[in-house]
């Protein structure tokens, strides 16, 4: 049976009273689903949060990280320094990150190794802009996406890989994939996997949804076969929803 996992990108939000605040609420939630749960609060929050959420259900895990291992990178953050602490999954390939900060499917595939390397779990984002969803060319840009940062890799590697597709015009948008658009890629993300590395690794895969996923649409989205959870933006800086959306499995 695949993970089901809910994930909270709280992205460029909360300094560290808001971060509190948020993580207090959180705690006041009940859970009635077996999704995994995580949050992913910003670089100078995480230790705090990792203080706070030790003890609980929730993995407190980061929004980036840079492929070296150290030196002369100002502004950048090491998996060892995530690792040391107590990080141990981060979010790598955000449209965000691909578009703001120029991240190609290139260094990703680096940065892909680098966390593999130290034994972190990624979580790896891709999907297609509004255009080529228009001109019918989302399943190629998916395809080339994961293909350029991730078929470099051994079958094993798998174990810690979860994807999240993110259609681009679905983010912060309020426009959510419908189900149908949702389950039609995860199918044919998971058929990719299966034609590159075969049965077991396709169904072990956790593929996520993402964009404009909220309390209202999560459950018809996580009904699909092939959605094994959601990787939530705005809904996930309310504890309330973000925990409706938990337990919408
Ligand atoms: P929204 O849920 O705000 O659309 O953001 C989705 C997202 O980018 C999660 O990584």
């Not at 189900?179 to 590395?197: G, N, S, V």
């Amino acid at each position: 049976m695949r993970k089901q996992i809910v994930a909270g990108n709280w992205k460029m939000n909360n300094d560290l009273a808001q971060t509190q605040a948020l993580l207090t609420d959180l705690q006041k939630q009940t859970q009635t689903s077996n999704a995994e749960v995580m949050i992913a609060p910003a670089f100078t929050n995480l230790y705090q949060a990792f203080e706070t959420l030790k003890h609980s259900n929730i993995e407190v895990i980061a929004q980036n990280m840079h492929f070296a291992e150290s030196g002369a990178y100002t502004g950048e953050v090491s998996a060892n320094m995530l690792k040391s602490v107590g990080i141990n999954t981060v979010i790598l390939g955000h449209s965000e990150r691909r578009e703001y900060f120029n991240e190609t499917d290139e260094s990703l595939a680096k940065k892909v190794d680098a966390a593999l390397e130290k034994e972190m779990q990624i979580i790896f984002c891709f999907g297609e802009q509004l255009a080529d969803r228009k001109s019918g060319n989302h399943e190629n840009i998916v395809e080339g996406q994961i293909r350029k940062a991730l078929f470099h890799l051994e079958a094993s590697s798998f174990q810690n890989i979860i994807l999240a597709y993110e259609p681009v015009w679905a983010i912060g948008t309020g426009e959510t994939a419908t189900p149908e658009q949702a389950q039609d890629m995860h199918a044919f993300i998971r058929q990719t996997l299966e034609d590159k590395y075969g049965s077991d690794v396709a169904n072990l895969v956790s593929i996520l949804y993402g964009g404009s996923c909220k309390p209202s649409n999560a459950k018809e989205i996580f009904s699909n076969p092939d959605v094994d959870g959601g990787l939530i933006g705005g809904a996930s800086l309310n504890a309330e929803d973000f925990y409706a959306i938990v337990n919408a499995f």
